[in-house]
């Protein structure tokens, strides 16, 4: 489904509302998205529901039409809170495909046009916010230091059970202050940590990407600077499972990911007064774009080698084609060598 703001609005309109008495004047709207995790958003909508306030604040959940039990829950917590929460029971038939994979990027639109706050918090059915005065810290600092267009904080593995990931156990995404210019560059924050000012504008091109985290931050960066607020709020539970968008996917799957969210900012910086930026993400992408067609011929993986090689026949339209030309050779002379070498160790 093709980015058409009249189109999306329309079908964003069409999609039901479950009662609720929630009132029209909150300050901060907290959007949780959800598709067949009913193990885990239970715990999610808790932490949501825990979070001490002296606001109003809303939370929108978005059900993508899940497979198990998952809508079943949201309702049963829709008709106990019915002054607090906003149910939006979603269409499958309005998913948005991208890399030949369904996403949540209609839903995520979809509370995004019916939310009414001032400022915007966000998490995943499978995530859960660790610390009950996080909004409470977050909306102080952002209604007081009008020069930041977002504050956020750290995260922590946790899996399936929400035990602590001893193997993996490095905190997720940046842990100082950003500029301005640190932001539009792409920072992998993670976005549920996040809270920001309402008024952010997409382009067309985010809703055509998965790995919109560091595309968001990137936006955010044109309104103001980064506040890290880690040393005040406790961390984000960051679920590690089999259905994670994110963290499940495999190496190579995630280097593409990342890669088709560099071409669209690329090519959206292309047509802002941003040049700096857009030159900077030239450079970044072609670095991020070798890497991906080396693994991917390393790896022996004809699909994504493929893919790979797309995107960087379309990056000579931004670049010089030499360096390009010389990098696509060799990663043919690297995925012949490894098939020659897997040949010869068959035969051995």
Not at 38 to 65: A, H, P, R, Y
Not at 200 to 223: H, M, N, W
Request: charged content about 25%; aromatic content about 14%; hydrophobic content about 35%.
């Amino acid at each position: 489904m093709i980015y058409d703001k009249q189109l999306w609005d329309e079908r964003a309109d069409s999609i039901e509302e479950y009662e609720n008495k929630v009132p029209h004047n909150v300050l901060v709207s907290v959007m949780l998205q959800t598709y067949n995790h009913e193990k885990f958003i239970e715990e999610s909508i808790e932490s949501v529901l825990e979070q001490e306030t002296n606001f109003d604040f809303e939370i929108l959940i978005g059900d993508d039409e899940s497979t198990d039990k998952t809508r079943e829950i949201c309702i049963k917590y829709a008709k106990k809170y019915p002054s607090k929460i906003r149910l939006f029971l979603q269409k499958s038939a309005y998913k948005v495909i991208v890399n030949d994979k369904p996403t949540g990027i209609f839903n995520s639109y979809v509370l995004r046009h019916h939310a009414r706050g001032k400022f915007y918090a966000q998490i995943e059915g499978d995530d859960c916010w660790g610390d009950p005065n996080k909004l409470q810290i977050q909306y102080d600092f952002l209604s007081t230091n009008k020069e930041y267009s977002v504050c956020f904080h750290d995260a922590i593995r946790v899996d399936v059970n929400g035990n602590f990931d001893s193997s993996n156990p490095e905190f997720v995404g940046i842990q100082e202050d950003l500029s301005c210019q640190d932001l539009m560059k792409g920072q992998r924050i993670v976005v549920n940590s996040f809270m920001y000012h309402a008024n952010t504008e997409r382009p067309s091109e985010y809703y055509q990407v998965i790995a919109g985290d560091f595309f968001l931050s990137s936006i955010l960066g044109q309104k103001g600077k980064g506040k890290y607020l880690g040393d005040k709020i406790k961390p984000l539970h960051y679920r590690i499972h089999e259905g994670g968008i994110w963290s499940m996917q495999s190496k190579l799957e995630q280097m593409r990911m990342e890669t088709t969210t560099l071409y669209k900012m690329m090519h959206y910086y292309s047509q802002t007064e941003f040049k700096e930026n857009y030159h900077y993400l030239i450079k970044r992408n072609i670095k991020r774009t070798r890497r991906y067609i080396f693994t991917a011929a390393r790896s022996q993986d004809l699909k994504h080698f493929t893919v790979a090689k797309s995107y960087i026949i379309r990056l000579t339209k931004y670049s010089s084609i030499w360096p390009i030309f010389f990098f696509i050779i060799k990663a043919y002379i690297l995925k012949y060598r490894f098939m020659i070498k897997s040949i010869l160790k068959e035969l051995s």
